[in-house]
């Protein structure tokens, strides 16, 4: 990759149309789109390109970025390596169902910064600012207004409007790195990704740095945002932040640390002291962030006070001229609290996903013997969906079983353990087994251990999430399987994904395992998942 900055893009950028209508037209004949959609086509024999979860046309992706909602249809935007400029630029998308996905020119372009790093998007009445991270210069802000947000002009006569290094050579008590923005009042604020000492460590732990301005030129900044933070980890660092309301009165900060991956914090904003005061801590990821790992976040308001988030996703095997891809745009919201008073998320897929079924295999009342393997007949597939509803009675553990080779050369396992999880003793007094029990998560695990026999596929310990289950409430899964991604939804209120690649083309079979005592599965249903996109 170049280290010149201060050039033009080697991409061809083109001046569109402002309406719908007349858009629509140019880009039917746009050299670009042309070439952009040729591309796609050339990855349809990939047997680990997934077809609906959404993958970039040509060349490599990272960070999702401003995602948002304008006239009509949903934006994702994403940082891009053309292949003739592998510096980063805003790739872009649109959606009207948050599942169906339309490829679109480059909408930004890096120039006088290096690269156009990550960034958030802040719809207002009559346009959309994006303000993201130009590096080597600072945080840069672009505006459109057009139909479907194909023209961008940068502000401050293409400068940064918050520096990378101060005027005079004085050492900045910030950083300078990927902001989001909101509007309070009269005024925009910003966060700014990154990090301050932890002094007893001499490492760093997770910051964002809060900056505050009338006409998006000139910005000052206030003061580290981030109050009552004891949950995230000691080199952790707050990049790609979005800060959003959520809930009747509540806000969330989404972020990535480059250690962790995917995190959220959840509190109150108190908007006399601009400070954003911590109750509770969510993690997309449970593990590190590579390999096969979520990766960092782009989130936009939804509907009923919630929020709509998606990742992208980091490989653990390189592909023939991609590697990185997007998660499931994904439904955040506030379901209440647990009965040891702790904050809980609902998440669950967002948009209109069931629009992608196909073929459907039911299967209602089995019981599940303990500790024998069994076979789900007629159900297989590598883009599939999964929905079961299994009473798991007194099972130590039961065992969902994915891309099954025949002889078991290659699976990935789904387990869940039933009240296994931490337990909060503080809540309690005694050393009753029964209250120790309830007051205990259970958990859920993703285990890719024997997911593929290729030696360049690089191992990844188990994922393992804790998820609250109230008493007498059934295992709800929700596993989606496309290719080399798995992602499972459980109850509603956690989510793991991580990245697969099997290597046996009969790697395809579902099985099932209720060790120790039998469970029962209440009902399955299968299906088939289409494409993403239009032919």
Same mark, same amino acid.
């Given at each position: 990759?170049?280290?010149?900055?201060?050039?033009?893009?080697?991409?061809?950028?083109?001046?569109?149309?402002?309406?719908?209508?007349?858009?629509?037209?140019?880009?039917?004949?746009?050299?670009?789109?042309?070439?952009?959609?040729?591309?796609?086509?050339?990855?349809?024999?990939?047997?680990?390109?997934?077809?609906?979860?959404?993958?970039?046309?040509?060349?490599?992706?990272?960070?999702?970025?401003?995602?948002?909602?304008?006239?009509?249809?949903?934006?994702?935007?994403?940082?891009?390596?053309?292949?003739?400029?592998?510096?980063?630029?805003?790739?872009?998308?649109?959606?009207?169902?948050?599942?169906?996905?339309?490829?679109?020119?480059?909408?930004?372009?890096?120039?006088?910064?290096?690269?156009?790093?990550?960034?958030?998007?802040?719809?207002?009445?009559?346009?959309?600012?994006?303000?993201?991270?130009?590096?080597?210069?600072?945080?840069?802000?672009?505006?459109?207004?057009?139909?479907?947000?194909?023209?961008?002009?940068?502000?401050?006569?293409?400068?940064?409007?918050?520096?990378?290094?101060?005027?005079?050579?004085?050492?900045?008590?910030?950083?300078?790195?990927?902001?989001?923005?909101?509007?309070?009042?009269?005024?925009?604020?910003?966060?700014?990704?990154?990090?301050?000492?932890?002094?007893?460590?001499?490492?760093?732990?997770?910051?964002?740095?809060?900056?505050?301005?009338?006409?998006?030129?000139?910005?000052?900044?206030?003061?580290?945002?981030?109050?009552?933070?004891?949950?995230?980890?000691?080199?952790?660092?707050?990049?790609?932040?979005?800060?959003?309301?959520?809930?009747?009165?509540?806000?969330?900060?989404?972020?990535?640390?480059?250690?962790?991956?995917?995190?959220?914090?959840?509190?109150?904003?108190?908007?006399?002291?601009?400070?954003?005061?911590?109750?509770?801590?969510?993690?997309?990821?449970?593990?590190?962030?590579?390999?096969?790992?979520?990766?960092?976040?782009?989130?936009?308001?939804?509907?009923?006070?919630?929020?709509?988030?998606?990742?992208?996703?980091?490989?653990?095997?390189?592909?023939?001229?991609?590697?990185?891809?997007?998660?499931?745009?994904?439904?955040?919201?506030?379901?209440?609290?647990?009965?040891?008073?702790?904050?809980?998320? @609902?998440?669950? %897929?967002?948009?209109?996903?069931?629009?992608?079924? +196909?073929?459907? &295999?039911? $299967? /209602?009342?089995? #019981?599940?013997?303990?500790?024998?393997?069994?076979?789900?007949?007629?159900?297989?597939?590598?883009?599939?969906?999964?929905?079961?509803?299994?009473?798991?009675?007194?099972?130590?553990?039961?065992?969902?079983?994915?891309?099954?080779?025949?002889?078991?050369?290659?699976?990935?396992?789904?387990?869940?353990?039933?009240?296994?999880?931490?337990?909060?003793?503080?809540?309690?007094?005694?050393?009753?087994?029964?209250?120790?029990?309830?007051?205990?998560?259970?958990?859920?695990?993703?285990?890719?251990?024997?997911? @593929?026999?290729? %030696?360049?596929?690089?191992?990844?310990?188990?994922? +393992?999430?804790? &998820?609250? $289950? /109230?008493?007498? #409430?059934?295992?709800?899964?929700?596993?989606?399987?496309?290719?080399?991604?798995?992602?499972?939804?459980?109850?509603?209120?956690?989510?793991?994904?991580?990245?697969?690649?099997?290597?046996?083309?009969?790697?395809?079979?579902?099985?099932?395992?209720?060790?120790?005592?039998?469970?029962?599965?209440?009902?399955?249903?299968?299906?088939?998942?289409?494409?993403?996109?239009?032919?």
């Amino acid at each position: 990759m170049s280290k010149s900055s201060n050039r033009e893009s080697l991409v061809p950028k083109y001046k569109f149309p402002e309406l719908y209508t007349d858009q629509i037209v140019s880009l039917q004949k746009n050299p670009l789109m042309k070439r952009l959609k040729n591309s796609r086509k050339s990855y349809d024999n990939d047997p680990h390109r997934p077809i609906y979860h959404y993958v970039n046309p040509e060349n490599t992706l990272n960070d999702p970025n401003g995602l948002c909602f304008w006239k009509g249809f949903w934006h994702l935007f994403y940082q891009a390596y053309p292949p003739e400029d592998p510096r980063q630029h805003w790739g872009h998308a649109i959606s009207k169902d948050l599942v169906h996905w339309e490829d679109l020119p480059y909408a930004i372009y890096p120039n006088p910064e290096e690269a156009c790093f990550s960034g958030a998007t802040l719809v207002e009445e009559d346009r959309v600012i994006a303000m993201y991270h130009g590096t080597k210069v600072g945080n840069m802000i672009a505006i459109s207004n057009d139909d479907l947000l194909l023209n961008w002009d940068k502000i401050n006569s293409q400068k940064p409007v918050i520096k990378i290094n101060s005027d005079d050579g004085t050492v900045l008590p910030y950083r300078v790195f990927d902001p989001c923005i909101w509007k309070k009042g009269d005024f925009y604020y910003s966060l700014s990704g990154g990090t301050l000492p932890h002094i007893p460590t001499g490492r760093r732990k997770r910051s964002n740095f809060l900056f505050k301005s009338k006409d998006l030129i000139k910005w000052d900044y206030l003061h580290p945002f981030v109050e009552g933070d004891n949950f995230t980890k000691i080199g952790d660092d707050g990049a790609c932040p979005y800060f959003w309301p959520i809930g009747e009165d509540r806000y969330i900060l989404y972020f990535f640390s480059h250690m962790s991956g995917g995190q959220a914090l959840l509190g109150d904003y108190d908007k006399q002291r601009d400070k954003f005061i911590v109750t509770s801590h969510h993690e997309f990821n449970f593990g590190a962030a590579h390999p096969g790992g979520v990766h960092a976040p782009s989130s936009s308001p939804y509907q009923n006070n919630k929020n709509v988030v998606i990742f992208n996703m980091n490989n653990s095997k390189d592909t023939r001229g991609w590697n990185q891809i997007m998660t499931l745009p994904r439904e955040i919201g506030i379901e209440g609290k647990d009965k040891i008073n702790r904050d809980i998320l @609902s998440i669950k %897929p967002a948009g209109n996903i069931e629009s992608l079924r +196909s073929k459907h &295999v039911s $299967i /209602k009342s089995l #019981e599940i013997i303990p500790n024998q393997e069994v076979l789900l007949e007629n159900i297989s597939g590598n883009s599939i969906e999964i929905n079961m509803e299994v009473n798991v009675d007194k099972s130590p553990m039961f065992e969902l079983r994915i891309l099954r080779s025949e002889n078991s050369e290659e699976f990935t396992k789904i387990s869940f353990y039933k009240n296994r999880g931490f337990r909060d003793w503080e809540k309690y007094d005694g050393w009753e087994v029964n209250k120790r029990l309830n007051a205990s998560d259970s958990i859920v695990s993703i285990d890719t251990s024997y997911s @593929s026999s290729d %030696p360049n596929v690089l191992s990844r310990p188990p994922e +393992s999430a804790p &998820v609250y $289950i /109230k008493e007498n #409430e059934n295992l709800f899964l929700r596993v989606f399987i496309d290719k080399s991604v798995v992602e499972v939804f459980v109850n509603e209120r956690q989510c793991l994904a991580t990245r697969i690649y099997p290597s046996k083309k009969d790697s395809l079979g579902v099985s099932v395992l209720s060790q120790g005592a039998k469970s029962e599965i209440i009902s399955l249903d299968a299906y088939d998942m289409d494409s993403i996109y239009d032919d």
